[in-house]
Nanobody, 123 residues
Framework: QVQLVESGGGLVQAGGSLRLSCVASGRTFSSYFMGWFRRAPGKEREFVAA????????LYADSVKGRFTISRDVASNTLYLQMNSLKPEDTAVYYC????????????????WGQGTQVTVSS
């Protein structure tokens, strides 16, 4: 079992920055693929970014590429999402997720989810 707890959301003006954190506990964090997803009001959940511990590679949605950076600190069992140049359309509840399958994370599925943290970007 893996427990995920997100933090770092808030209200920010367009063009501003936020850093989200996701602390994992439970099973060995380093063996899981991790990702960030978001759900905007009235919309379906969408993929934002993912981190592959095997390939040390990252994957981003086109909408956030060049603005968001996903990273992980194994020592503290923490996943981060640095969000720069925020836009009003980035407003959503952001969730971190963990799974042992890279294709599942990449395609938006995961065994474990956090409770979410609200990000609101004002224009």
């Amino acid at each position: 079992q893996v427990q995920l707890v997100e933090s770092g959301g808030g209200l920010v003006q367009a063009g501003g920055s936020l850093r989200l954190s996701c602390v994992a506990s439970g099973r060995t964090f380093s063996s899981y693929f991790m990702g960030w997803f978001r759900r905007a009001p009235g919309k379906e959940r969408e993929f934002v970014a993912a981190f592959s511990w095997i390939a040390r590679s990252t994957l981003y949605a086109d909408s956030v590429k060049g603005r968001f950076t996903i990273s992980r600190d194994v020592a503290s069992n923490t996943l981060y999402l640095q969000m720069n140049s925020l836009k009003p359309e980035d407003t959503a509840v952001y969730y971190c997720a963990a799974d042992q399958s890279w294709p599942r994370i990449r395609d938006g599925y995961a065994d474990y989810w956090g409770q979410g943290t609200q990000v609101t970007v004002s224009s």
